[in-house]
T-cell receptor
Framework: GENVEQHPSTLSVQEGDSAVIKCTYS??????FPWYKQELGKRPQLIID?????GEKKDQRIAVTLNKTAKHFSLHITETQPEDSAVYFC???????????FGGGTRLMVKP | EAQVTQNPRYLITVTGKKLTVTCSQN?????MSWYRQDPGLGLRQIYY???????DKGDVPEGYKVSRKEKRNFPLILESPSPNQTSLYFC??????????????FGQGTRLTVV
């Protein structure tokens, strides 16, 4: 199965700073690269995703970049706000597999 | 409203007493799955189903059963719960038969405590 690692496991930033979370995967067949956000006490929800034919995707303050050669993709959050505080998960996948494997999660804390 | 609904949200039970957590989706999704979430261990897949009457084991299936008699429902059954099954459980669904490249929609979660 896919081995997925996220770094760092915790990240503390000052409001207004940028945050970057990296996800490394093992399956070279992976072609879908989503990031989920889970606020405290809530369900995980998709915030951004990218497919392997695109190197970068941006949606307002969040962006995802992909390096297929190195088998990693990253979540970038600019101008962080307290409401960005949450746990973020990556879950790379391919359309041949049946299981969804999540990274271990990154707890982001944005200090006002 | 498109959603995945789990019940109950909270459950405290005793060791060995059979329980069922229900999961229902109204989006006509083929793929449904169950996860448990424990501190420091992220989300781990228990079972999944790619269609009616088709189920398969995930990473941590021991002590759990599932069934998929209808497309919309995917209950999680603990025949004899033990304290190490105390956890937060999520049901999720995805469209298409290839779930790995589409968004997963999660239920609200069920916090289970086994004493």
């Amino acid at each position: 199965g896919e081995n997925v690692e996220q770094h760092p496991s915790t990240l503390s930033v000052q409001e207004g700073d940028s945050a970057v979370i990296k996800c490394t995967y093992s399956d070279s067949a992976s072609n879908y690269f989503p990031w989920y956000k889970q606020e405290l006490g809530k369900r995980p929800q998709l915030i951004i995703d990218i497919r392997s034919n695109v190197g970068e995707k941006k949606d307002q303050r969040i962006a995802v970049t992909l390096n297929k050669t190195a088998k990693h993709f990253s979540l970038h959050i600019t101008e962080t706000q307290p409401e960005d505080s949450a746990v973020y998960f990556c879950a790379p996948g391919d359309n041949a597999g049946n299981m969804l494997t999540f990274g271990g999660g990154t707890r982001l804390m944005v200090k006002p | 409203e498109a959603q995945v609904t789990q019940n109950p949200r909270y459950l405290i039970t005793v060791t060995g007493k059979k329980l069922t957590v229900t999961c229902s989706q109204n989006m006509n999704h083929e793929y449904m799955s169950w996860y448990r979430q424990d501190p420091g261990l992220g989300l781990r897949q228990i079972y999944y189903s790619m269609n009616v009457e088709v189920t398969d084991k995930g990473d941590v299936p021991e002590g759990y059963k599932v069934s998929r008699k209808e497309k919309r429902n995917f209950p999680l059954i603990l025949e004899s719960p033990s304290p190490n099954q105390t956890s937060l459980y999520f049901c999720a669904s995805s469209p298409y038969r290839a779930p790995m490249n589409t968004e997963a929609f999660f239920g609200q979660g069920t916090r289970l405590t086994v004493v």
